[in-house]
């Protein structure tokens, strides 16, 4: 937005979108009151400064995460589009209340927020008096969006259909304007998708549906599985963020593009079908599927072998190049796994029984949840564009934090930029986009 500039600033344990306006930029005081009387339909809470030196809007984001960072995390498709559905709604609040959407901050979605707590999207609203500015940019806002999405697919041809749409009016809408209705054609009427529900309910996850104990319609993408207990499958994988990815066919691919069975749509190093997990005589294999970078067993790319084909164990580590999958058989006896419409016998428990233990974790202050740490280097996607990592020198060792992209990152309140590396320790304090975390090592 031409004459703006957003960034984030710390100031008393607390975090600050700061947006600079031109000197000459007037507030509207009754349009500020409103702003802040209504943080409920999604604006963020704002203070007004003004000095002979600056003149700038305060908005307060503390314990939220960017939205370009939080779109980075695998989330289901119900997930992400309650997130576009809240923000169709917000811009039809500002219509409903006579604010002009222009004066949302919507250029960069670094500059639009998600608490993750409340699952609740929220804009930065510039009340000026005089609505002069051009751009507002919700249809290059959502291009962004889905362009960095990382979305587990469960209807190829809403997401495919949702992106022709979007790619098709940018092109043909060369001043970027976009309304709540447009918005809510798209997802109402012509993709179906209930936008008062989930825009309602803060895009919480949907409950996971029960497997049918008839007989599969499709037996190549078909477990049967007792019905009360439905979320078991013959085996899973844990990502970074300890979330659980549940196999329930073979082979199941894993790969860039969105049709595989787990989606890395956001990650340049993992090749369009990148391996395949395969359930031969009652084991389970990890295939390579001659990916570019490789795919390595519980060790690390740089220090590790390349894979074809090996045989996987409950515990062992996956790594798609330098992302990680702790791949667990279940134990259930009531799993059984249907492979190319054959009964392929029942999954097997883990013949030793071993867990991975975590070597560390880190803890969200707000909120007390605890992230695992199982190997080295770590990377999250709840704290993208960071890296955690460990170097050994004879019989010591030391734990380091490494800015690769971030934006917004304070270590024992010291800022890093981009590029910086710092050694870190147990009970070490850092601030991600105002987030509060602690590193802790395991004992």
Known sequence: MPGITAKVLYQNCDAFLQVSLRKKDQIDEKRLR???????????????????????????????????????QTMTQETYFGIICQLQKILEYCSEDKLSAENILLNDPKNVYYDVEKKKVYVAYLPLSVNDRKGGGAVKLLSKLH????????????????????????????????????????LHDMLSIPVDELAGSASQEQPERKQSSGAPEDSDHTIIVNRNRSIECPAFLRDENNREIPIDHFPFTIGRKADNDLALTDRGTVSKEHAAITYENGEFFIEDRNSANGTFLNSFAENGQRITKEKLGSGDVIYIYDSPFVFNINSSDSATVIVDGRNAGEAKKSPSGKKLKSIAYLLNSSSGAKIPIFV?????????GLIIGRENSGSRHSIYIEN???????????????????????????????IAYTFYEES
């Open 34 to 72: 409103f702003i802040n009387e209504n943080t409920g339909k999604g604006f963020l809470r704002v203070k007004w400064e003004k000095t002979a030196a600056r003149n700038v809007l305060k908005y307060k984001v503390s314990n939220m995460t960017a939205l370009s960072e939080y779109i980075k």
């Open 147 to 186: 362009k960095n999405a990382n979305i587990t697919v469960s209807d190829g041809k809403v997401i495919e259909k949702y992106g022709s749409f979007i790619e098709d009016y940018i092109k043909s809408r060369k001043d970027g304007s976009f309304t709540h209705n447009h918005l809510y054609i798209l």
């Open 376 to 384: 080295y280097p770590f990377t999250c996607a709840e704290i993208s």
């Open 404 to 434: 690769i992209s971030c934006t917004s990152l304070s270590v024992e309140d010291s800022e890093m930029t981009e590029g910086e590396r710092t050694d870190i320790f147990s009970g070490c304090n850092f601030l991600y986009h105002g």
